[in-house]
């Protein structure tokens, strides 16, 4: 009875839309779970994934997540646990171990996969995929060398001015032609007169594109997913931080379109049967 209230909860209906078990299946347990030494843990893997989601979904520290764990039932839940009235976690580190221990067996391509697959009957023209690239900046706490800094910055100014030259190298032209790839990379060479205006039109579509669809996607991520600054130490949690920050965006998108059809199926329902 109580599980079904869960679902019915907001971060319920985010549950739904993730996959919780097939994202476990792509990380090895750690390996006290395995031996069955030391002290019981408060979660299992899918446990740990939750956690990271949580993260960006609540938009809390660390300290603050644990508390809120040990106090909503339904952030329990999501975790796969349920506390006694006598039980308290008393770790805040445990989404930070959680966090080093899937950044360093994080196998993005096969969770991609699964999200894929899981999400596939949510999403539209299957068929069709743009890419394009970002920054994430990451917070930098007193004391920091000045040197340091400014190595940085010049590092990113440079890499950022040259950023959308670098894709229309020979290697990129050659790979999208050669599997139909339609691209808005100036011509190299002159055009034929009957192809300038259609590549035109392309090109003018893709930008558009990649101006609002894209670039508003990359903003929602980090305006409301904790991307605007990633406070992470070291390259694993780093691509821990940002890959499911970026994952609990979509799931995001993916409840509050499953929620939609939901509500217009009932509309439809209830027209039927005043008209009936």
């Not at 347990?29 to 299992?44: E, N, Q």
Request: hydrophobic share 35%; proline share 4%.
């Amino acid at each position: 009875m109580l599980h079904k209230r869960f679902l019915q909860t907001d971060p319920g209906q985010l549950y739904l839309s993730i996959p919780f078990d097939a994202l476990a299946a792509t990380l090895p347990a750690p390996k006290g779970s395995l031996s069955g030494k030391g002290c019981k843990p408060w979660m299992d893997v899918k446990g740990g994934i939750a956690l990271q989601f949580l993260k960006h979904y609540l938009c809390l520290s660390d300290e603050l997540l644990i508390q809120r764990i040990n106090t909503d039932w339904s952030i329990q839940y999501f975790c796969g646990i349920q506390l006694k009235p006598n039980e308290v976690i008393r770790d805040t580190n445990l989404p930070s171990w959680w966090r080093g221990y899937i950044g360093k067996h994080l196998d993005i391509a096969a969770m991609q996969k699964q999200f894929a697959l899981y999400w596939k009957e949510e999403i539209n023209q299957t068929n069709i995929s743009t890419e394009d690239a970002t920054c994430y900046e990451s917070r930098i706490s007193f004391p920091t060398p000045v040197k340091l800094l400014w190595a940085c910055c010049n590092e990113v100014y440079v890499s950022y001015n040259r950023a959308d030259k670098i894709y229309a190298t020979n290697g990129n032209r050659t790979y999208c032609t050669s599997n139909k790839i339609t691209t808005n990379f100036l011509p190299k060479s002159k055009q034929k007169l009957q192809h300038i205006e259609q590549s035109k039109v392309m090109r003018a579509v893709l930008n558009k594109e990649r101006g609002t669809r894209l670039e508003g996607s990359f903003g929602n991520e980090k305006n409301h997913y904790l991307l605007q600054k990633v406070n992470a130490r070291n390259a694993d949690t780093e691509k821990c931080w940002i890959f499911f920050g970026m994952m609990t965006a979509n799931a995001s998108i993916i409840t509050e379109r499953k929620q939609r059809a939901i509500r217009k199926a009932a509309r439809r329902f209830i027209t039927i049967q005043n008209s009936n």
